[in-house]
């Protein structure tokens, strides 16, 4: 058994729950006591990182009467918070930040220990990506952040963990860093709680408050018991608790990889129904209709900052205990693999034109539809549209366009003399060559088949194929009846 757990386990002896003194009163709180401080806004809370995950965390917070202190690191990201916007386009957090502000129970912090010192309970809601070899996590933001928490961490303070992160992350990493920089004790002087972030972008804050249980762990008896009286503030669904910290870090990247290696499957299909002439999507429908069948959608790639990072997670911990895990590293090769697969696909409509029979690409203009990572979203992050844009320019295409119904600019496209973005699609598609479906914005479906005679590959499987019945159309998990 590691150091850590025999430390916590000892802590645990006493399965009373008590909550320690504040500097401020001598009392111990019930249950029914800490939510009444949480929502008059005694108890502040300190949401770190008002991202994709802070910031719909913020707002869920916020809309239960809380006093919510926000703090980033980015400049640009605070002015927009203390005006009442966030930066990041999820519904509803706008509303609940101008609220929080009108009714002064919204502040902003530039100084991250100031934020701890201030507030009771503590959320870290930092982004873990990977580094840049794309096999180990990138763990500096939660490093820099459990800092400054333990600098200004006082007796009876609450700290919580959010995003995803490989096992043994909390109790290796943010505890050892939260007790040396604050003199203090978890389980004795202060309470660390694991609960990782489960949302969708687009509907973050009905996911947290109406869709899906808490999955709250603890350091030990103590702090597992004030998570579940915390987080039941927030979410309808209730809290389902786990025994260890490490087994609900693991639970969230089991998710990911689940979907991850779905997708991979899917796709493996979806190539293998285009050369026996199968159309997969009837397929597949078919087959779902089992109900222990529950096949995913085929892809161009897997982007945002969950499904394709989560494996590497789980690869990343295997490494380090010598355990073969093939099928998680197989699913991550087969969609890593699928933006180069889908880019000869598609030029293989491209070289069909007259003019291109020579197969030279340096005179053409290829248009993608997508930037973010999937429809209805401006994320961005891990984006296949980034590995499309390269395979083309190993092709040598003369100019790539990328249309992005809610992505206005990005500075990575900026890097590239003959990429241009554009948020107006007849501009984008005006004497193209070549059309490319790489994200399933809902704009897409609405392509019209006036578009007969420019070639179209479909990366997502979205448009009507009963409509788009052209030879120079071709979808992903069914192919071209062309070629």
Known sequence: MASADKKHMAREKSTHFTYPARPASAIDFSGSEIAKKIKSGEFKIAIYGLGHVGSPMASVWLRAGAHVIGVDKSHTVLERASKGES????????????????????????????????????????????SNNNRSPDLTAVKEVSSAIGRGLKKGDVVALNPSVPPGTTEDLVLPILEKESGLEVENDFY???????????????????????????????SLELGKIIYSL?????????SNIKTAETEKLLEGVYRDVNIALANELAKFCEKIGVNFW????????????HLHSPGVGVG??????????????????????DITKLGRAVNDAMPAYCVREAVKLLNGKKKMEDESLDRATVTLLGLAFRGGVSDTRL???YDVIKEFQ????????????????DPLLLKHQNVILSSNLTSA?????????????????????????VPIYDGRGILDRTIFTHASYATIGIGSSKY
């Open 282 to 293: 009837e397929s597949r429908d078919a087959a779902n209709s089992q109900p222990f069948c």
């Open 394 to 409: 190993k092709m040598g295409v003369k100019e790539i366009r990328v249309h992005d119904p809610l992505v206005k600019s």
């Open 192 to 222: 660390m709680i694991y609960n990782p972030e489960r949302i969708y972008e687009g509907r973050a804050i009905q996911d947290i408050e109406e869709r899906y249980p808490a999955v709250i762990s603890g350091a030990g008896s103590k």
């Open 87 to 130: 930066h990041v386009p999820e519904p509803g957090v706008n509303d609940a930040f101008a609220s929080g502000l009108a009714t002064k129970r919204f502040e902003i912090y530039k100084d991250p220990t100031k934020a701890s010192h201030d507030s009771y309970f503590k959320m870290i809601c930092v982004p873990v990506l990977l």
């Open 304 to 325: 945002g900052a969950c499904i394709p990072v989560y494996p590497q997670f789980i690869l990343y911990a295997a490494e380090k205990v010598k355990v073969d895990c």
């Open 234 to 242: 927030i979410f309808k669904k209730g809290v389902l608790s786990v």
């Open 383 to 385: 984006s296949p549209t």
């Open 429 to 453: 598609l005006n004497g193209t060559d070549l059309i490319m479906i790489v994200a399933d914005h809902a704009e897409y479906r609405a392509l019209s088949p006036d578009l007969i005679g």
